[in-house]
C-alpha cells in the first residue's frame, strides 16, 4: 500500500459508513452497504433514481453538493438516509457516505460501530468485493477526518494527510510506530484495542494528549477492526477529528460569560455606589429645604426654597430613571397589581404638570372619553401608569412652544371582565423626523444633540416607558410631524375591578410630640444624614442620639437602651449589615432599621437577611420616616425609661450637631439664648396673665424648637401641654403651674449657661 494511497474493502466500507452507495457516472449504483441491503434489498447494477430520489439531487450531479450534507429517500419505503457525497476523482466514482437512517416520524438510527449495525453484516468468507480497490483517501480528507490504518500487530502501516496534519508528525516518522509510544493516552495503546465486534465501543472517545509540537490537543476519535474479505483481522483503523478548536471556542465563551456576569457585578455595584453617592447629599438638601419650608419665609425666599425643592426633585428622578432602566433590563421589575381610578390618576397628573404648561403660555386639558365611561376601578400598577403619562405629557410641554397639549383616554373595547384603553398625548409642539420615530424608544435617544442642549433630560424616560407598557402587556402608537406636533398614545387592556379592590390611602397627620419620651440612635458615618434624620426627629420630641459607625454603635447599645436604631449600611470601621449580625447575635432584639442611600434592586433583602427590621431610603422621606417610625413603635408600647435623677439640666448635643461640631457656632446659639429667652417668658408670662391663651399656645411653640434643640429633656412634655391646653381653653390653673414650671426651669438653664459661656470666652 502506497504512503499516498489507501485502499477500502467493502468489509471496512460496512464499518466507517454503514449506508454508504459507489454510483459511477452514469448514476448507476456499483456497490452499496450490506444495512442498507437488508433494508431496501439489492440495488446493485440497478440505476440510482429507479431506487432513491432527493431533492438535492436531479438527474444529474451538481458539483456544489459534493462535501454537503443531503438526504435521499427510499422509493419503496417511509425511510430516508443522510449522508454526504463525494467525487472519487480519477476512478470516474461518486461516493454516498451514509451516516444515519430514519423510518418516518422515528429517531435518527446511528449504526456505526454498534452491536447492531455489526449484527446486521453478513460477514461471509465468500462476500463479494469491490471489482477493484478504489482510493477513499480523498474522501476522508473532504470530510476533514485524520484516518490511521495499523497492522495486526498494532504498528502504524498508513495515515493520510490530515492526521499528520492534526498530530504533527510526518509519516515517514510514525510509519513501523505503535501509536501508544507516540500519543500519550490509553486510547492508542495496543492493549486496549479491540479484538473482536464484542469489544468494540459504539460510542466516539473524547481524548486530550500532547501533540509533536508539545501543543494540547483534544481530538475525538473512533476505532475499527480491520477486517479482509475472509472475515479475518489484519488490523484496525482509526478516524479521529481535532476538536481542539472547538474547545477553544467553547472556553472562550466560557470566560465571555463569566466576563459578562463580572461586568453586571460591575454594573450593579456602580449603581449601588452612584445610588448612595448622589442620594447621600440629595437627602441632605431635599430635606432641609423641606425643613426650612416650614418656618416663615417672605416671598423671595420662599420662591429660592421652591427652587431648590423642583432642582432637587428632578434630579431625584434622573437618577431613578437609571436605577429603573437596570431593573427592567434585568427583569426584575415588578409591577403592582391593586385596584386604581384611571380618571383619579389622569387628573393628579395634569395638576403635577398642570403649571409648567401654564408658565409657557401653552393650553393644557385632560378630555376624558365621550362614548364609553372607564370602569371605576382597574386592576393593574396605577404608580407606574403615573409615571408614563407623566413622562408623556412632560415631554409634550418641554417641546412645545405654543399651542396646545391634550390628554385623552379612549375606551377601545368595553369586554364583561376588562377594559382596552389607550390613553393619548397630543400636541402643536416641534414634532420628529421619521427616522428619530424609529428610534424613539432607544435607550439615551434623543433627536439632536442640540435639543437635548436647549432641552435637557436623559433620553431614557420614553425607552423606560415603553419597557414599562410592554411589562403591562400594552404596546405604543406614534404619530409625529416635524414642524406640526406629535400624537403618542399607548394602549393597555387593564381587568375590571371592584371598590374592594382599592388600597385604603388615608393620609395620617402625626402630632409634633409623636415621639415625646423615645431614645432613637442614629447610627450613621455622615454628617449631613445625621443632620437630616435629627432635625426631623427632634421636631416630633424624640431625643436623639448619634453613633458615627457600628462600633461605636455596638458600645453604646452595651451600655443603655433604645427604642429605635436607624443604621446606615455603608460605613467605615463596621457596616450596617455586621453591626446588625453582631447586635442580634448578642441577643439584641431591639427594632433597627436601614436608612440608607442605596436603592438597588435586593437591596431591601439583603437588610431584612442582615437581622433588621425594616428599610427607608434615602433622601428620606419625612412622612415615610415617621410613619414606619410610628407603626414599629406602637409594637413597642413602653418607651425606654431614662431616670429622672440622670437626666442633664441641659445638652448641647444637638446644637453641635446642626453647627457640625463648630464650638463657635455652639456659643453664639447659647448666647442668643440666653438673651432672647428672659423676653420670651416675660411675654409667655404676661400672656397668661392677661388670659390671652391663643398668644400662649404660639409662645409655647416657638419655645418647643428651642427646647428640643438644647436638650431640656424635663420640660419637654410640658411645653407641648401648655401648647395644646392653650389651644384648647385649658385650665388656667393647670397651665399657671406648668408656665412655672418651665420659667423655673429655663431660669435655671440661663444661670449655667451665662456659666459656660464666661469659660468659653476664656479659652
Known sequence: MGTNFLSFEVIQLNRLFPYFILLDTDMCIRQMSDLLKNICGDCTGNKFFDHFESLDLRNDIDQHTFGKTINISLKTLNGSVTGKLESMGSHELYFFAGEKYREKDSQWIMTANTDAGLDAIDHKPDAPSLSERHDFDNIIKKMGFGLLEMDINGEIIYANDIFCTMSGYDLTYIKGKIPGQLFANEFFSTQHLPVSTNDLVSELNEIEFLDANGDQKLWLASRSINYNNRNENHGWVIICLDISQYRSVEQKLIMAKMDAERMANVKEMFLANMSHEIRTPMNAIMSMSNQLSKTTLNTEQDYYVQTIQTASKNLLVIINDILDLSKIDAGMLKLEYIGFNLSMVLTDVMQVIMHKAQKKGLEIGYIPPMDINISNVLMGDPYRINQVVLNLMSNAIKFTEKGS????????????????????????????????????????????????????????????????????GGHFKVKSKKGEGSEISFVVDFKKGLSTDLPNETKTIHNEDLFLGRKILIVDDNEMNRLVASTILLSYGAQVIIAENGEIALQMVSEEGYDIILMDIQMPVLNGYDTTRMLRERGYEGIIIALTASAILGEREKCIGAGMDDYITKPINEELLVSVLDSWMKRKADPIKVPELNLPLYNLDGLRLISKGREDFVTKMIELFCEQMPVALTDLNSSIQQNDLPQVSKIAHKLKSTIDHLGI??????????????????????????????????????????LEIMERNKV
Do not use: C, W
Open 405 to 472: 397639549v391634550f390628554l385623552t383616554a379612549t375606551v377601545l373595547q368595553d369586554h364583561e371582565d376588562s377594559q382596552e384603553i389607550e390613553i393619548l398625548v397630543k400636541d402643536t409642539g416641534i414634532g420628529m423626523d421619521p427616522e428619530f420615530v424609529d428610534r424613539l424608544f432607544d435607550n439615551f435617544s434623543q433627536e439632536y444633540e442640540s435639543v437635548s442642549r436647549k432641552y435637557g433630560g436623559t433620553g431614557l424616560g420614553m425607552s423606560i416607558s415603553q419597557k414599562l407598557v410592554s411589562q403591562m
Open 713 to 754: 429633656m424635663s420640660i419637654q412634655r410640658t411645653i407641648r401641654s401648655i401648647e395644646t391646653l392653650s389651644d384648647e381653653n385649658g385650665s388656667n390653673e393647670e397651665l399657671l403651674l406648668m408656665i412655672a414650671e418651665v420659667d423655673s426651669t429655663l431660669n435655671q438653664v440661663i444661670k449655667e449657661l451665662k
